[in-house]
């Protein structure tokens, strides 16, 4: 939220050799889940969800890196970009949206409760948010892969608690949503959920 304790972060650029094609494979997993026109990507990094998204359907990123964010900005000059940490600051727009995605985000988050309600706000009625996070038997591998840099250091040093099933699934009722879709995949290692609003 704004206020005296809100602040940007810039991220420094850089992840594992891994981390383009696990984003893609994050990115592929969350698409066949949209719903709707309106699409709010928080966390985006470098947006790899745009080469899922169909014709119709409008996209708003939303990063805490800056030089990240006006990149995708010239990059992608028809799409909306902005720089916002979710810790501490609302967002600036669009007020109301199809289906929100926290891609590898939740596990970075200081008070994941807080900022899924602050986004539930953002969720039409019937809407979709769909996440992604590792599921916590992978967090030896997470530091084997920072170690050897075929992961993201950066990453790994900034996840909080994982969380398995049970906990997301409670984190996302306690938000006001109904979980829909839970499943597995990346070996295993990664979690995804659709609940509806």
Known sequence: MAGSGARLKECPAGGGLLSPL???LRARA???H???PRVLDCGCGMAPLLRFLRWDQTYVGVDRNVSLVQSLRLSHPARIFHCVDLNFLEL???REV???VLAAVVEHLERPLDVIQR?????RPGGRLILTTPHPIAVSILSVGAWLRILSPRAHEEHGRLLGRVEL???????GLSPVVYRRFLLGLN???VAAR
């Open 92 to 94: 600036p727009e669009p």
């Open 22 to 24: 696990l984003a893609f």
């Open 34 to 36: 949209l719903a709707g």
């Open 169 to 175: 699934l409670g984190l996302l009722r306690e938000a």
């Open 30 to 32: 969350v698409a066949r």
């Open 98 to 100: 199809d289906t929100i």
């Open 119 to 123: 986004l539930v706000e953002r969720l």
């Open 191 to 193: 979690q995804l959920v």
